[in-house]
C-alpha cells in the first residue's frame, strides 16, 4: 500500500498515458450480444458556449468566449453553438451575441449554430452573421409556459415564422424538444408527446432534432421506450440526444441510444452549465467524457481529446471553477 | 438548455421543489424510476436481455473507506454498516484483515466486524489477504472472505511484493482452509481492464487469473478495473474472454468512474449477463493514482439505474442515500453520488 500511495503524484504523466490508451484501444467490437451494431462516426455537437455558459452563474467577457470557441474549433469538433440571440434581459449571460458572433475565427467544415427563440432573434442572429440557427421546443406543457410563456402549440407557431424566414435565407435549422425524460413540473412526460413535437419540429423543416434530458433523470430504460416512439416518427439519422448528467445517467444513456442508430450527440466542455432545478448538481454531460467512451468504443469523432481539455482547462480558469468532466479531472492537476 | 426565467428560481431549492411537487419525493423513493414498458419481453431493452435481478455488493465500509483519507471512528464504521443493512444491500463488505501498517483504516477490523448489528439475509464478507488474516478473521466471527488477485505482475509486486504465481500460492492456503470450514471465498481480480504500470492489459490475463481463482474455489469472480480507465469496448473484450472460462453466473463487475465511465461500462456488463455488481454508498474511496479523482462508483447512481431499467435489486434507494449522508457528514465532504448531489442534502 506505500508503494500505491507515492503513485499519488504521479497522476499527471500516467493521465497522459491513459489518453492515448483509450484510443490504443480501438474495439470494432459492437458491445452488444444480439444487438444491432454501434454507429462508425459520431458527431458532437458542443453546446459549451451557449447551453453550459447560459448556465454559469459567473458573467463571462466576450474575449473569453470568443478564445473558447476559437480553442474549440482546433479541437476537430464540427459543430459549435455559439450564443443565443435571446432577449438580455431573461439570458444576460448571452448579451454580447453580436460580439461574439462577429469576433469568433469562423474555422472551415466547422458550423456555429445559434439559438433563435423568434423572428427577431433570428434577424438579428442572420444580421450577425449567422449561418446556421437552432429553435427549442418542449415536450411538456407545463415548462413550456413557465419557460417561455406560452403552449408547446403556440411555441411551434411562433417558430412557424422563423421556419419560413429561415427557408427563404437558405439557413438551416435545428430544432431541440426539452424535457423529453421527465419534466421538473409534470414529472413523467408521455414518449408518445415528445414523438409529437418532435415530427411537428421535423415537419416545419428542422434538419435535426434534438432530445434533451433537461433535467437529468432519464435512465436507459426511459431514454429506449422515448426513443422508440420518436423514431417510428422522424428518422433516426435525424435525431441527436442531448443528456444531462445530473443523475449521473448521462454515459449510460448515450450509450443505448448510439445502440438504437442515434449518431449526433450533445455534450458541453468541462461539463459546464449546472442544472438550474437541483442547486449544487451537474447539468450537460462532459466533451471529453464522451470523447472518452466513443474513442473507447472505436467510433470516430475527429475530435482531438488533448486540445479539448486544454479548451476545458481554459474556460474553468476563466470561470475560477473546477471542471466537471472526470477525464479532465483524472489527468489534469485541476 | 432554454431560457431559464427568474421565475424558475424557487426551483432551486429541494425542499421547496418537494413542497410544491410531491411526485419527486415519490419518484426518488419509488423503487421503479421510469420503468420500461417493453413491446415483447420482459427485461429486453433495445434488443438486449437484461438479468432481473442484479445483486450489488456494498464495498464502501472497506475498499471505500480504505482510500479515504480521514482515519473513521470505529463508532461511525459500525454506523455506517448498520445503516447499509437495513437498506435491503445483501452483501456488504465490512472490512479487510491486512496489517494496520499497510492500511491503518481498517485497524479496527475486528471492533467492526464484532461490533455491528448483522441483519439477517445479508452478508458480511472481510478481505484476508493470507492465512494470518484468515486466522483473525474467522476469530472475529467472519463468515465469508475475499482474496485479491491481479491481472497484472506489477500491480502485484508492488501492492504486495511477489509474483502473481506466488500469491496464488498464498490464496490456496486461505481457500483450501476457507473450504474446510465451510466459508465461502470470493476472488477479486483487479487492473482488469488497465493497470497504472504496465498500461494495457490482454483480456487473456484477466481471464487465465480468473479462471485460477475459480478452480481453486473461489464462489465469485469480481472484475475490477482499479484505475477506472475501462470503457465499454474493453469491458466488452474483456468480459468476452472471461466468460470462456468462468460461468457468467459467477462473474461481477467492479468497476471505478475515475474517467466518468462506470456505469456505461456496468450496462455493457450487463448486457453481456453479468448480474452482480460492486459499487460503494456515495462514490467512497478516491483514485490513489490519480489524485483528486473519484474512485468507486457509487451505490446511489447504480441504483437509480437499474430501478430505471426495471432491474430488481431488494434496495431501497432513499435509505442508501442517507447512509451516504451520514457517511459524509462524519467525513466532513461532499457524496461522490450525483443521484446524491442532485437531491443537495450533503454539504
Given at each position: 500500500m506505500a508503494a500505491v500511495m507515492r503513485l499519488v503524484n504521479r497522476g499527471s504523466a500516467m493521465g497522459q498515458q491513459y489518453l492515448a490508451f483509450s484510443s490504443a484501444a480501438?474495439v ?223 454515459l ?34 462532459a466533451?471529453e467524457d464522451?470523447v472518452y467512451m466513443?474513442h473507447g ?8 481529446l488533448?486540445?479539448?481539455m ?13 471542471t466537471?468532466s472526470k477525464v479532465a479531472q483524472a489527468t489534469c492537476k485541476l | ?58 464495498v464502501?465500509?472497506r475498499d471505500g473507506?480504505q482510500n479515504e483519507k ?33 492500511v ?44 485479491f488477485g491481479s491481472a497484472s505482475e506489477t500491480f502485484n509486486k508492488k501492492n504486495i511484493?511477489?509474483?502473481i ?23 477479486y481480480v483487479s487492473c482488469a481492464l488497465g493497470c497504472p504500470y504496465e498500461g494495457h492489459i490482454e483480456p487473456?490475463k484477466v481471464?487465465?487469473v480468473a ?11 469480481s472484475l475490477g478495473d482499479t484505475i477506472g480507465v475501462g470503457n465499454p469496448g474493453s469491458m466488452f473484450k474483456m468480459l468476452?474472454?472471461v ?9 461481477a463487475v467492479h468497476c471505478h468512474d475515475t474517467y466518468g465511465q462506470a456505469l456505461p461500462n456496468i450496462?455493457t456488463a ?7 455488481v460492486d459499487s460503494a454508498?456515495?462514490g467512497l474511496g478516491g483514485c490513489p493514482y490519480a489524485q483528486g479523482s473519484s474512485g468507486n462508483v457509487s ?37 461522490n ?11
Open positions: 480501438k470494432r467490437a459492437a458491445c452488444v450480444r444480439d444487438g444491432p451494431a454501434l454507429p462508425e462516426k459520431v458527431k458532437i455537437v458542443e453546446v459549451g458556449p451557449r447551453d453550459g455558459l447560459q448556465n454559469e452563474k459567473t458573467i463571462v467577457p466576450a474575449e473569453t468566449k470568443i478564445h473558447l470557441i476559437d480553442l474549440l474549433s482546433e479541437s476537430g469538433l464540427t459543430v459549435i453553438e455559439a450564443t443565443s440571440f435571446v432577449s438580455p434581459k431573461w439570458v444576460p449571460q448571452m448579451a454580447d451575441q453580436v460580439e461574439v458572433m462577429k469576433g469568433i475565427c469562423r474555422k472551415p467544415g466547422v458550423s456555429y449554430p445559434v439559438l433563435a427563440p423568434n423572428l427577431k432573434g433570428f434577424q438579428a442572429a442572420v444580421k450577425a452573421g449567422a449561418s446556421e440557427v437552432a429553435i427549442f421546443g418542449a415536450a411538456s406543457e407545463l415548462f413550456s409556459k413557465k419557460n417561455i410563456n406560452c403552449s408547446v402549440d403556440e411555441s411551434l407557431q411562433r417558430f412557424d415564422e422563423v421556419m419560413r424566414a429561415a427557408k427563404e435565407a437558405g439557413v438551416p435549422v435545428r430544432g431541440y424538444v426539452s424535457c423529453v425524460l421527465g419534466c421538473p413540473y409534470e414529472g413523467k412526460v408521455a414518449p408518445e408527446k415528445v414523438a409529437h413535437v418532435a415530427k411537428r419540429l421535423y415537419s416545419m423543416g428542422c434538419y435535426e432534432i434534438s432530445l434533451g434530458d433537461t433535467i437529468g433523470v432519464g435512465t436507459p430504460g426511459s431514454m429506449t421506450q422515448m426513443l422508440e416512439a420518436v423514431s417510428r416518427e422522424v428518422p433516426v439519422s435525424a435525431l441527436a440526444v442531448h443528456c444531462h448528467d445530473t443523475y449521473g445517467q448521462a449510460a444513456n448515450i450509450l443505448v441510444a448510439l445502440q438504437m442508430g442515434i449518431s449526433v450527440v450533445d455534450s458541453s466542455v468541462a461539463g459546464l452549465g449546472g442544472c438550474p432545478y437541483a442547486q449544487g448538481a451537474s447539468g450537460n454531460v466533451t464522451v466513443l468504443l472505436g467510433i470516430q469523432t475527429g475530435v482531438d488533448s486540445k479539448l486544454t479548451a476545458g482547462a481554459f474556460i474553468c480558469r476563466s470561470l475560477n471553477r473546477k466537471n | 438548455m432554454g431560457n431559464v426565467p427568474t421565475t424558475v428560481k424557487h426551483c432551486l431549492s429541494y425542499e421547496q421543489l418537494i413542497q410544491d411537487y410531491p411526485w419527486l419525493r415519490r419518484w426518488l423513493q419509488e423503487e421503479k424510476v421510469g420503468v420500461v414498458q417493453p413491446a415483447s419481453d420482459d427485461s429486453t431493452i433495445t434488443g438486449h436481455e437484461y438479468p432481473e435481478f442484479v445483486k450489488i455488493v456494498e464502501g465500509p473507506l480521514e482515519i473513521v471512528p470505529t463508532g461511525v464504521k459500525i454506523q455506517l454498516i448498520d445503516m447499509l443493512s437495513r437498506t435491503g444491500l445483501p452483501v456488504i463488505e465490512a472490512t479487510s484483515f491486512v496489517s494496520s501498517k499497510w491503518p483504516q481498517m485497524a479496527d477490523h475486528t471492533d467492526v466486524l464484532r461490533g455491528i448489528q448483522r441483519a439477517p439475509h445479508v452478508r458480511y464478507p472481510v478481505l484476508t489477504p493470507n492465512m494470518q488474516g484468515f486466522q483473525d478473521a474467522v476469530a472475529a466471527g467472519a463468515t465469508e472472505v475475499a482474496v511484493n511477489c509474483s504465481d506466488e500469491s496464488m500460492v498464498r490464496f490456496e492456503e486461505v481457500i483450501n482452509t476457507a473450504k474446510e470450514q465451510q466459508i465461502p471465498v470470493r476472488g487473456s481471464a487465465e479462471k485460477r481463482l475459480f478452480e481453486m474455489g473461489c464462489c465469485e469472480i468476452q474472454s466468460m470462456k472460462e468462468v460461468p457468467t453466473s459467477a462473474l450496462l450487463l448486457q453481456m449477463g453479468v448480474c452482480v454508498v456515495a451505490t446511489e447512481d447504480v441504483l437509480y439505474m437499474l430501478h430505471g431499467m426495471g432491474i430488481e435489486t431488494g434496495v431501497n434507494l432513499a435509505e442508501v442515500i442517507e447512509a451516504g449522508d451520514f457517511i459524509c457528514n462524519a467525513l466532513c465532504r461532499k457524496t453520488s450525483k443521484v446524491g448531489q442532485a437531491r443537495g442534502r450533503t454539504l
